[in-house]
């Protein structure tokens, strides 16, 4: 019985978490209510508060379930070791903007984190989540653009933080143009294009 219990509640917590991803990528997340989400889920605003302290923290366990195109990126190179990381960074990259196109749920997910998020007062975490998530990344990207520059023996021509600023830019922007537009243009072929071409600018071609 315990065990039923058990799984009854993650099931609808999975349930509460799929309807939130669907209702705030069509109403925003600040235009949504904890109720709409209830709904959407065919159950009450009763199960939502059982499971989440308040709506950041619903969104945050939606995030939680995805694993982000640049998480990945930045997971995969910690610019560590004796070997040039460059190669692995290109990679990832190209494999972060490979999933923001074939996964279903990490694109619907990305969008509502780009494109569906007010920083309402009562949504504060969710700006800090997004700040800690830049943080992350381009703190992974300069380290390996400085262990990149020291293995090639060539200077950068900026300060490394401000090439992995740009490199951030031009990634997270890629994503999110194509997000805007999908039929724009081809995120898989042109991105990684974009990523050399900048690489190259930094003279690490």
């Known amino acids: 019985m315990v065990r039923r219990s058990k799984e009854d509640a993650l099931a ?15 109403q925003g997340v600040a235009g949504t209510s904890l109720n709409d989400i209830a709904v959407a889920a065919g159950t009450t605003r009763g199960a939502i508060y059982w499971h989440f302290q308040d709506k950041a923290d619903l969104f945050n366990a939606m995030m939680d379930r995805v ?10 190179v910690d610019g ?12 990832a990259l190209r494999q ?13 997910v990305f969008e509502v984190a780009t494109h569906k998020v007010e920083y309402v007062d009562s949504l504060c975490a969710i700006r800090e989540r997004h700040v800690q998530m ?10 390996a653009l400085l262990r990149s520059a ?10 490394a933080t401000v090439a992995a600023q740009g490199l ?3 990634v997270d922007g890629l994503i999110q143009d194509w997000l805007l537009d999908p039929g724009a ?14 690489l190259r600018g930094l003279g690490l071609s």
Do not use: C, W
């Not at 972060?96 to 619907?108: K, S």
């Not at 830049?134 to 380290?143: E, I, L, P, S, Y």
């Not at 243009?185 to 900048?198: I, R, S, W």
């Open 12 to 26: 609808t917590r999975n349930s509460l978490l799929d309807a939130a991803e669907r209702v705030f990528l069509a």
């Open 67 to 76: 694993v982000m195109p640049l998480q990945i990126a930045m997971e995969s």
């Open 80 to 91: 560590g070791g004796d070997a040039d990381p460059l190669p692995h960074l290109k990679e």
């Open 96 to 108: 972060a903007m490979h999933q923001t196109v074939a996964d279903p749920q990490t694109r619907r």
């Open 134 to 143: 830049r943080n992350g990344a381009t703190g992974h990207f300069r380290k």
């Open 150 to 159: 020291a293995v090639r023996g060539v200077r950068l021509p900026v300060p």
């Open 168 to 170: 951030h830019a031009l």
């Open 185 to 198: 243009f081809d995120l898989e072929a042109t991105g990684p294009k974009a990523v050399e071409t900048y």
